[in-house]
């Protein structure tokens, strides 16, 4: 199951909406793995960003980032995840895949060279820019 999805990453057509919210959770949880320090906080705002982008109760969202773990585990890099929902989302949409990752990032009150270093990788790949990056840092770090 996972390898074809893996392969649908890279087929030229773009994803349909179940693989782009797959590639979307696994990228979460790539992000929150990156410091080798997978928190209950980080799982916590993972599924409360799937719920809130996708409308999806508790279970719906543990229920997909329990299979996006799965997944980020097995999948070789980031860049198929990337490239997947830059393909299938517009700009915007893809500054607010920042500002989540941003809001998984400091779920655990922290940030490690490793996530940073991911973050800045991430964006690139996504085509969002420093500044907006950045914004979408703040707007993360921002009370709710």
Same mark, same amino acid.
């Given at each position: 199951?996972?390898? %074809?999805f893996l ?5 030229? %057509? ?12 696994a990228l ?18 993972? %599924? ?6 996708? $409308? ?36 915007? %949409?893809?500054? $607010? ?12 009150? $922290? ?15 996504? $085509? ?17």
């Amino acid at each position: 199951m996972f390898a %074809d999805f893996l392969r649908r990453l890279t087929a030229p %057509d773009p994803l349909p909406d179940t693989d782009a919210r797959l590639a979307l959770a696994a990228l979460l949880v790539r992000i929150a793995r990156a410091d080798n320090s997978y928190q209950s906080a980080e799982i916590a705002q993972i %599924d409360r960003v799937l719920s809130r982008r996708y $409308g999806f109760d508790a279970a719906a969202a543990a229920a997909l980032r329990a299979e996006a773990e799965t997944l980020e585990a097995e999948a070789p890099d980031t860049v198929r995840f990337t490239r997947a929902i830059k393909e299938a989302v517009p700009y915007d %949409d893809r500054v $607010g895949v920042i500002e989540a990752m941003w809001s998984v990032v400091l779920a655990d009150g $922290g940030r490690a060279d490793e996530e940073n270093a991911l973050m800045r990788l991430a964006a690139s790949l996504l $085509g969002v820019s420093d500044p907006d990056s950045a914004l979408a840092r703040q707007r993360a770090a921002a009370p709710e």
